[in-house]
């Protein structure tokens, strides 16, 4: 059985070294498009390919605006030669359990599409998102999971609607996670989604502090690896700055989620 990863990326210089490299060695391939970061995500990249060669294929494709962001999707997904694909993001890094765990799954089903649930830093890397902050139901599982895994055997998929809402269906136009063959896996990977990812503007920066990690928190075995002096230290702590913004509006969030602890 084999194994694809699909990324697109735009300015994605902080995490993109970790993310890639925490799921390289458990795929077949890693397909990488570009669509025109101006930051360092190009370089970084190139550095992952001298060390992986041929298990990443890259494409700097430009530019998109959201319809045409869909239609790269799509094309990854028909020229991706494999049996399953695994969705990965320039901003989610994996712990080596989850990824193991989640393809051993794979390898054991025929068909279907796997949800994992995700842990979100908020301020920066030491403070994590509280439950009630992001929450989405998918066949009545409430939380912060998200599709990860296709089998390409489901008839007819596909990618549909623009950037922000775009999805997979199948030939009868279901969207995937309606589908009886979605399977819920506890596997979960660190999405720093609203961390500063790069040194361009970052708009999905959300200046809200999280809970302290505790002590025995483990983070994704990968950003304590050694990297290259181009790819910037994920340790970085929350600027002055941002700190006082974040303790402002932290409490303000939480009364609006109904959360007062």
């Not at 995937?176 to 361009?200: E, G, M, V």
Request: glycine content about 6%; charged content about 30%; some cysteine.
């Amino acid at each position: 059985m084999k194994i694809w990863a699909n990324t697109i990326v735009h300015n994605e210089e902080n995490f993109i070294w970790f993310a890639i490299m925490s799921v390289v060695d458990f795929v077949d391939k890693v397909l990488i498009y570009d669509t025109g970061s101006t930051d360092k995500t190009v370089e970084i990249i190139r550095e992952i390919q001298k060390i992986k060669g041929k298990k990443i294929e890259f494409r700097e494709i430009g530019e998109v605006d959201k319809y045409q962001f869909t239609k790269a999707r799509q094309e990854m997904l028909d020229y991706s030669d494999c049996d399953w694909i695994l969705i990965v993001d320039g901003d989610e890094i994996w712990w080596e359990e989850s990824i193991k765990s989640l393809i051993k799954k794979i390898k054991n089903i025929k068909q279907g599409s796997i949800f994992v649930p995700f842990i979100v830093p908020v301020g920066d890397i030491y403070h994590l998102q509280d439950k009630f902050a992001g929450r989405y139901n998918i066949q009545g599982k409430v939380g912060n999971f998200s599709l990860k895994a296709i089998s390409k055997k489901i008839p007819g998929l596909h990618v549909d609607l623009p950037y922000g809402m775009e999805g997979y269906f199948d030939k009868n136009n279901l969207p995937i996670q309606r589908r009886k063959d979605c399977i819920f896996l506890n596997t979960p990977y660190f999405h720093a989604t609203h961390l500063k990812r790069s040194s361009k503007k970052n708009d999905k920066y959300k200046y809200e502090l999280g809970k302290k990690v505790g002590k025995d928190f483990k983070f994704p075995e990968v950003l304590s690896e050694l990297a290259p002096e181009i790819v910037p230290s994920p340790w970085q702590k929350i600027s002055t700055i941002n700190l006082i913004k974040s303790q402002i509006l932290t409490p303000l969030k939480k009364i609006r989620r109904g959360v007062l602890n």
